[in-house]
T-cell receptor
Framework: AQTVTQSQPEMSVQEAETVTLSCTYD???????LFWYKQPPSRQMILVIR??????QNATENRFSVNFQKAAKSFSLKISDSQLGDTAMYFC????????????FGKGTRLSVIA | NAGVMQNPRHLVRRRGQEARLRCSPM?????VYWYRQLPEEGLKFMVY????????ESGMPKERFSAEFPKEGPSILRIQQVVRGDSAAYFC??????????FGPGTRLTVL
């Protein structure tokens, strides 16, 4: 079974600074996807970024980028130029690339951006 | 293209009552997933359905919980004889074939 671990329950960052959220996972499979979801106080799950395991290049989406280390099974999220609207819970998630399979989520990191 | 719709957004039930949660997937999506989020926890998979079929219900409790996705209409997650431990946010996600999942806004169930 796959597991996802987020070791930082809470983090804070000053506005305009950079913060990195950690995520490790465990799987014996070779083909999979990794995701970061944001859950603001509204509770809506918003996809921030996705990474295909077969791609060596790290995914980026504007201020969000990942550091994907497949051998180490590590998938960290970097948020640059943090904004107050980035305050939210952030969940790392794993999905096998074998047809439609469910997402496996970590427990989340609560990020607070401080003015 | 409307997103995934869930209703109700908030549902209050007394112990022993039934709860029915509805999910309308995005247009063109034939795969539906239900997840449960307990307070201060991540989402946990419950059940995966395609139209008229349950594909994987390994995360759903055997007792009191059921799910369906009929040919016409929304997917329904049904919880019979609710207990306080069922209080949680229930999320539905839909996807087209072999692709990422798009989440609805969730239904927050409170059992008194």
């Amino acid at each position: 079974a796959q597991t996802v671990t987020q070791s930082q329950p809470e983090m804070s960052v000053q506005e305009a600074e950079t913060v990195t959220l950690s995520c490790t996972y465990d799987t014996s499979e070779n083909n999979y996807y990794l995701f970061w979801y944001k859950q603001p106080p509204s509770r809506q799950m918003i996809l921030v970024i996705r990474q295909e395991a077969y791609k060596q290049q790290n995914a980026t989406e504007n201020r969000f980028s990942v550091n994907f280390q497949k051998a180490a099974k590590s998938f960290s999220l970097k948020i640059s130029d943090s904004q107050l609207g980035d305050t939210a819970m952030y969940f790392c998630a794993f999905m096998l690339d074998s047809g439609n399979t469910p997402l496996v989520f970590g427990k989340g990191t609560r990020l607070s951006v401080i003015a | 293209n409307a997103g995934v719709m869930q209703n109700p957004r908030h549902l209050v039930r007394r112990r022993g009552q039934e709860a029915r949660l509805r999910c309308s997937p995005m247009k063109g999506h034939s795969h539906v997933y239900w997840y449960r989020q307990l307070p201060e926890e991540g989402l946990k998979f419950m059940v995966y359905l395609q139209k008229e079929n349950i594909i994987d219900e390994s995360g759903m409790p055997k007792e009191r919980f059921s799910a369906e996705f009929p040919k016409e209409g929304p997917s329904i997650l049904r919880i019979q004889q609710v207990v306080r431990g069922d209080s949680a946010a229930y999320f539905c996600a839909s996807s087209p074939r072999f692709s990422e999942q798009f989440f609805g806004p969730g239904t927050r169930l409170t059992v008194l």
